[in-house]
């Protein structure tokens, strides 16, 4: 088969690219390793910068998250027994939308079938060929029978795991990652949320964060070593620890029930350099990941698409490469300061192994200068609601 842009990966990179390329009349396949059903089956961060809430709008799948979606206007931040408010609507003028990413993808992926654009689930041995010539194709199969796709470009999308960034040869690739020692266990319970605003809290026994997905469905998440296993923590215990974590008042509103998915994960910070070879664009997760503190994952990915979707719109429409000519480095740009931001965020608030007195009184002197400044507010809500693309 041909197409204009093969897509490589159906998670919400991939299959925003996808419907803002068709919105435009440009095509493209996208090919899928799992089944839709597995891929809705994940659970990740749901806090919507207003970036990826105009991309949403402009591939015309915003209704659902506009009408189901929270607009949260700051943000709660708890440490030593204290919790204050850094107002983003104030700082910033800008929102966050709580909206889990199970659902954007639900919505995309509806978009994508309503629009007659092709998927192939379920693809295997995916291969990218010539990536570096004017006319790449990607070779797979699905449930065994062979296929090829000829295309003016590739967007790989498909993750941490994917094919895509090792598509780049080792000589001009370079990789920058560092490993935090710790995880996040973290677990989902049709309860109401503790807060009406998320609470991100620090305290000795580790970090904690309360959030969201809808009036009855809380995500909840405790620090936690490395070498435990979900099932190591039964439900009470989970709790338990939690309510240790964050402060009183809080602990004593929170209404507990059974979890209803339970899952450890690790915290990493990567990024692969450059983004782009020949007409290969890695998008998201393939070309970099953040640790969870500040939700920036989904969001990073949503600037990247936001970069190559203009690139390849002024490609077909202009004739014009400058966009896609650029697209690497103006991505690498914003993704650099998502990765401080999130390094920073998470420096902040969890207990690492050998940290000293000292570095314990920084780490203090730092969450009370947070408080207590509003420049620093205003620095830490630019962020969080998003940097500008
Ligand atoms: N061929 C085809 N598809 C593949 C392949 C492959 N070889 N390898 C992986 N995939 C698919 C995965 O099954 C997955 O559905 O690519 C998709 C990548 O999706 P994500 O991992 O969700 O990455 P991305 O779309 O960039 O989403 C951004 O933001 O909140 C963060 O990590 C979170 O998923 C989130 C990400
Ligand atoms: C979540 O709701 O899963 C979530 C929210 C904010 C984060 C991370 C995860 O920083």
């Known amino acids: 088969m041909r197409t204009q842009v093969a897509i490589i990966g159906g998670g919400p990179s991939g299959l925003l690219l996808g419907q803002l390329l068709h919105r435009q009349g440009i095509d493209s ?38 009408a189901e979606g929270f607009v ?28 889990g990413q199970t659902e954007l993808t639900r919505d995309l992926y509806d978009a994508r079938r309503a629009a007659g654009a092709p998927i192939l689930f379920e693809a295997e041995q995916v291969v990218i060929h010539d990536a570096d010539s004017a ?56 309860t109401p949320p503790v807060d009406d605003e998320l609470i991100y809290a620090s305290s000795p026994r580790g970090f904690a964060l309360c959030s969201m997905r809808n009036r009855n469905l809380s995500r909840y998440y405790i620090q936690c070593a490395l070498s435990d ?21 809080a602990a004593e509103r929170l209404v507990t029930g059974p979890a209803i998915e339970k899952s450890i994960a690790p915290l990493r910070s990567f990024v692969t350099e450059p ?10 997760d393939a070309a970099h990941i953040v640790p969870p503190t500040g939700a920036k994952g989904l969001n990073t ?29 103006r991505a690498l740009l914003r993704v650099w300061k998502a990765e401080r931001f999130s390094w920073w965020f998470s420096s902040l608030l969890h207990r690492y192994p ?21 420049a620093q507010q205003r620095a830490f809500a630019e962020n969080y609601v998003g940097l500008p693309y």
């Open 135 to 190: 006319h790449p194709h990607v070779t797979l199969s699905v449930h065994g029978a062979p296929v090829r796709i000829d295309c003016d470009f590739v967007a790989g999308c498909d993750g941490f795991h994917g094919v895509s960034r090792e598509t780049i040869p080792l000589s001009v690739r370079r990789e920058y990652e560092k490993t935090y020692p710790f995880g996040w266990l973290g677990v989902l319970s049709e």
């Open 72 to 99: 949260h206007d700051g943000t709660r931040i708890a440490f030593a027994g204290d919790m204050f408010h850094v107002d983003f609507r104030a700082l910033t003028g800008k929102p966050v939308i709580v909206y």
């Open 29 to 66: 396949v996208v090919v899928e390793r799992k089944t839709r059903d597995h891929v809705l089956g994940r659970i990740r961060a749901g806090v919507l910068e207003t970036g990826l809430v105009h991309l949403m709008e402009q591939a015309g799948v915003a209704d659902r998250l506009h």
């Open 229 to 249: 296993h979900p099932q190591d923590w039964t439900d009470a215990a989970f709790w338990q620890e939690l309510k240790r974590r964050i402060p009183h008042e």
């Open 301 to 329: 990915a949503a600037s990247d698409v936001h970069y190559l979707y203009h690139g390849l719109r002024d490609h077909y429409r202009d004739g014009d490469d400058d966009a896609l000519d650029r697209y690497s480095e």
């Open 275 to 284: 983004m782009r070879w020949g007409r290969l664009f890695l998008c998201g």
């Open 354 to 374: 050998y940290q000293s007195e000292f570095d314990l009184k920084m780490q203090a002197a730092e969450i009370s200068f947070l408080r207590d400044n509003e």
